[in-house]
């Protein structure tokens, strides 16, 4: 099977792009933007990969439905220093029981995160943040989970943007990949 890459196409997510290109923008509202986008694309990476418990809660006249977060799995999330400071905040109170590494985790790294949230390593999901896709980081998460028996529908992968060229050495190397961008450069 090969990779699937899906690009964002909601308006906002399209603007806040186009308005990243430019140029004349302050360090705050280029934080703003890239933080905006990178939610964004976890939500879109996310929908079908996070797991929720539903709980109803039962009042006199109505029924109210809560969704929490699944407990019995932690999120691995490996994204550059840059992004860490613009949105690992927002990150973490989204998910709670994650950990953020601004560079590749090594496999004591998740074995840490297994034991800190006492789950097995099979229930560690793994979202990648970029800002540019580059296929050797994606190659080095996969040989790190291939190490530790982790499927690669654990991954998740996001990107601002990402090259035709990152692409297709992916296609050639790895399989059954989710590639989530905003904007795919021709190169």
């Known amino acids: 099977m090969s990779i699937s890459i899906y690009t964002i196409k909601h308006p906002l997510a399209l603007s806040w792009h186009s308005c990243l290109l430019q140029g004349e923008l302050n360090n705050f ?29 039962k009042k006199i006249n109505s ?5 929490l977060l699944d407990n019995d ?15 690992g905040k927002k990150i973490l109170s989204i998910l709670p029981k994650s950990k953020i590494y601004s560079e590749t985790p090594q496999k004591y790294d998740l074995e840490n995160l297994c034991n800190n949230y006492k ?3 099979y229930n560690i ?13 994606v190659t080095h998460i ?3 989970m291939s190490d530790l028996n982790i499927a690669t529908q654990n991954l998740q992968i996001c990107c601002i943007s990402c090259s035709s060229n990152t692409l ?3 296609n050639l190397t790895c399989h059954d990949l989710n590639i989530y961008t905003v904007k795919l450069l021709n190169s």
Not at 35 to 52: G, N, P, W
Not at 125 to 137: A, F, H, M, V, Y
């Open 29 to 57: 509202e280029e934080f703003d933007l890239v933080q905006k986008i990178v939610l964004a694309l976890i939500y879109e990476a996310s929908r079908k990969f996070i797991h929720i418990n539903k709980i109803y809660w």
């Open 63 to 67: 029924l109210d439905i809560i969704n």
């Open 73 to 87: 799995f932690a999120y691995c999330i490996i994204t550059s220093t840059y992004i860490t400071q613009i949105a």
């Open 119 to 121: 789950l097995s390593i």
């Open 125 to 137: 999901k793994i979202i990648l943040i970029e800002d540019l896709l580059r296929s050797t980081i």
């Open 142 to 144: 996969l040989n790190l």
């Open 168 to 170: 297709e050495n992916l």
